[in-house]
């Protein structure tokens, strides 16, 4: 399985970038795909996350402000940035779950990217 981020870069605070995942080698019963980022000496954090049936749910620290969706026709997942703070500064990765995942009943991450570096600049 091998997770490929993109899109990442320097922004000036308060502006935009979207970040992109491909998925290779990877098949499961259902869909399910996420975000994390994480900062050197801190805890990884999860900013969102989308299933098949389309619900979405974000991190407070982003919600309103990030935006998760999927091109099914590509199989590429996307996080749409707006209104980025310095805070935001991390590597972002792209998740996966292990494809077994629904019959377990949690999504949660088991494969990893090797992540897209975001810089906000003020």
């Known amino acids: 399985v091998q997770l490929v981020e993109s899109g990442g870069g320097s922004v000036q605070a308060g502006g935009s970038l979207t970040l992109s995942c491909t998925a290779s080698g990877y098949t499961s019963d259902r869909y399910c795909m996420g975000w994390f980022r994480q900062v050197p000496g801190k805890k990884r954090e999860g900013l969102a996350q989308?299933?098949?049936?389309?619900?979405?749910t974000y991190a407070d620290s982003v919600k309103g402000r990030f935006t998760i969706s999927v091109d099914t026709a590509t199989d590429t997942l996307y996080l749409q940035m707006s209104s980025l703070k310095s805070e935001d500064t991390a590597m972002y990765h792209c998740?996966?779950?292990?494809?077994?995942?629904?019959?377990?009943?949690?999504?949660?991450?088991?494969?990893w990217g090797q992540g897209t570096q975001v810089t906000v600049l003020t």
């Open positions: 998740v996966a779950p292990h494809p077994g995942w629904a019959r377990l009943g949690k999504c949660e991450p088991n494969y």
């Open positions: 989308i299933e098949d049936n389309g619900s979405t």
